[in-house]
């Protein structure tokens, strides 16, 4: 079974401020996706990527960006936190068609 | 724009009863139909899904109804249990699209015994 950890798995950030979020797979997958989840918006793709040095916008990039330096480990990178930011973010991988998930990492922009 | 919509957004049944969540879909392209599983504090895990080929798919408990010509599918959990309580995501997605799932709101499913 794949497995997807992610790190932090909470943080509090300041408005302004520079937030990573890093994600690690270890079952050789190509596809990996960032995720955000709030409340009453269900699971919201912010970006993607099928192949290491390379990353796809997915619906709401917006203020994010991405970067996959290997194949096994997927970046979110928030340069400028905003309020609106704070959410459950969740990373996955897949082969074929089933996407694997992280255990997500809850932020707070204050 | 909600391409992946869910009804209701929140159901209680009683242990034993059959919970029934409904799912619509706008884009005529969604081949595929998963369902995801998401207790509170862990990330969504597959719990079943079906082809378009299909109108049909069981799973033990879990069944899923899926009807090509309205855009609508169902899941059916027959004898629920107090641990099937969670949250369930309906998703969906189009052949050549790099396996991108757009999922609906979710919708919180309570058991009580």
């Known amino acids: 079974e794949a497995a997807v950890t992610q790190s932090p798995r909470s943080k509090v950030a300041v408005t302004g401020g520079k937030v990573t979020l890093s994600c690690h797979q270890t079952?050789?997958?190509?596809?990996m996706y960032w995720y955000r989840q709030d409340t009453g918006h269900g699971l919201r793709l912010i970006h993607y990527?099928?192949?290491?040095?390379?990353?796809e916008k997915g619906d709401i990039p917006d203020g994010y960006k991405a970067s996959r330096p290997s194949q096994e480990n997927f970046s979110l990178i928030l340069e400028l936190a905003s309020l609106s930011q704070t959410a459950v973010y969740f990373c996955?991988?897949?082969?074929?068609?089933?996407?694997?998930f992280g255990p997500g990492t809850r932020l707070l922009v204050l | 724009q909600q391409q992946v919509r869910q009804s209701p957004q929140s159901l209680t049944v009683w242990e034993g009863e059959t919970a029934i969540l409904n799912c619509s879909y706008e884009?005529?392209?969604?081949?595929?139909f998963p369902w995801y599983q998401q207790f509170p504090g862990e990330g969504p895990a597959l719990l079943i899904a079906i082809r378009s080929v299909s109108d049909k798919k069981e799973d033990g408990r879990f069944t899923i109804f899926f009807n090509k010509r309205e855009k609508k599918l169902s899941l059916h959990i027959t004898d629920s249990q107090p641990g099937d309580s969670a949250t369930y995501f309906c998703?969906?997605?189009?052949?050549?699209?790099?396996?991108?799932?757009?999922f609906g709101k979710g919708a919180k499913l309570t058991v009580s015994p």
């Open positions: 079952n050789n997958h190509d596809y």
């Open positions: 990527s099928y192949v290491a040095d390379s990353t």
């Open positions: 996955a991988s897949s082969e074929g068609d089933t996407q694997y």
């Open positions: 998703a969906a997605s189009a052949r050549g699209t790099g396996s991108k799932l757009s």
């Open positions: 884009n005529s392209a969604f081949d595929y």
